[in-house]
């Protein structure tokens, strides 16, 4: 089973940019589907994006997924943060495809935090 480490986080002004690494460690990281998820201070945990075992990027307004098999490593790319985006932000990987939910993912890390000032 793969295990998941992720850095990158910090704090940084409204209008900023951060790019989040997660690192999988083991030789079944391609088998993975993988996803980023955020949870700020007293709300769900939410998807954030997701990205397939072939490691088509995927976009959704200001942040792109992507990832590097021979690495074992998945990026988050977010601009024009907003303090609205502060909180944890794990990545996960799930054996059953890209997902939306939490449930759909087996692995986790430990997280890694982002502030956002306004």
């Known amino acids: 089973q793969v295990e998941l480490v992720e850095t990158g986080g910090g704090l940084v002004p409204a209008g900023g940019s951060l790019t989040l690494s997660c690192v999988g460690s083991g030789r079944t990281f391609a088998d993975y589907a993988m996803a980023w998820f955020r949870q700020a201070p007293g709300k769900e945990r939410e998807f954030v994006l997701g990205i397939s075992w072939g490691g088509i990027n995927s976009w959704h307004r200001r942040f792109t997924v992507s990832r590097d098999n021979a690495k074992n490593t998945v990026y988050l790319q977010m601009n024009s943060l907003q303090p609205d985006d502060t909180g944890v932000y794990y990545c996960?990987?799930?054996?059953?495809?890209?997902?939306?939910?939490?449930?759909?993912?087996?692995?986790w890390g430990q997280g890694t935090q982002v502030t956002v000032s306004s």
């Open positions: 996960a990987a799930g054996t059953q495809g890209v997902a939306t939910t939490f449930w759909g993912y087996d692995v």
